[in-house]
Nanobody, 121 residues
Framework: QVQLTESGGGLVQAGGSLRLSCAASGLTFSRYGMGWFRQAPGKEREFVAAINWPGESTAYADSVKGRFTISRDNAKNTVYLQMNSLKPEDTAVYYC??????????????WGQGTQVTVSS
C-alpha cells in the first residue's frame, strides 16, 4: 500500500535542468526521511541526496553538490530533486526512497520504481 511514484525524468542537454518529483502515498509522510538514489548503466546504485523531516537538514553526494537541491513539500507528501547544470554522467535511473526516522533502520524502507534521466552531450 505504500507507494513512491517518481516523475519528471526525461532527456535534457548538458547544462540543462530537470526537476524530479516523488509523490508518496500510503504512509505518514512526516515519519520519513527521504532520499534520492541513482543507478547508471554498468554502475552500482549510488546515493544522491537526502532530506530529513521536516526538511531542515540535507545531504548530498560530492558529485552533485552545488548542482542538485533536494526539498520536500510536506503538505503535498512530495519530495523534489532540482537538478541544474546537468552533465552526461548524471544519466541514470533515479529512485526515490523513504526511511522511517522513528525506527531508524540502516536501510531505506521503501523505494519508487525509478525515472530515467538522460543527459546528452
Amino acid at each position: 500500500q505504500v507507494q513512491l511514484t517518481e516523475s519528471g525524468g526525461g532527456l535534457v542537454q548538458a547544462g540543462g535542468s530537470l526537476r524530479l518529483s516523488c509523490a508518496a502515498s500510503g504512509l505518514t509522510f512526516s515519519r520519513y526521511g527521504m532520499g534520492w538514489f541513482r543507478q547508471a548503466p554498468g554502475k552500482e546504485r549510488e546515493f544522491v541526496a537526502a532530506i530529513n523531516w521536516p526538511g531542515e537538514s540535507t545531504a548530498y553526494a560530492d558529485s552533485v553538490k552545488g548542482r542538485f537541491t533536494i526539498s520536500r513539500d510536506n503538505a503535498k507528501n512530495t519530495v523534489y530533486l532540482q537538478m541544474n547544470s546537468l552533465k552526461p554522467e548524471d544519466t541514470a535511473v533515479y529512485y526515490c526512497a523513504a526511511r522511517d526516522r522513528i525506527m531508524s533502520r540502516p536501510e531505506y524502507d521503501y523505494w519508487g520504481q525509478g525515472t530515467q534521466v538522460t543527459v546528452s552531450s
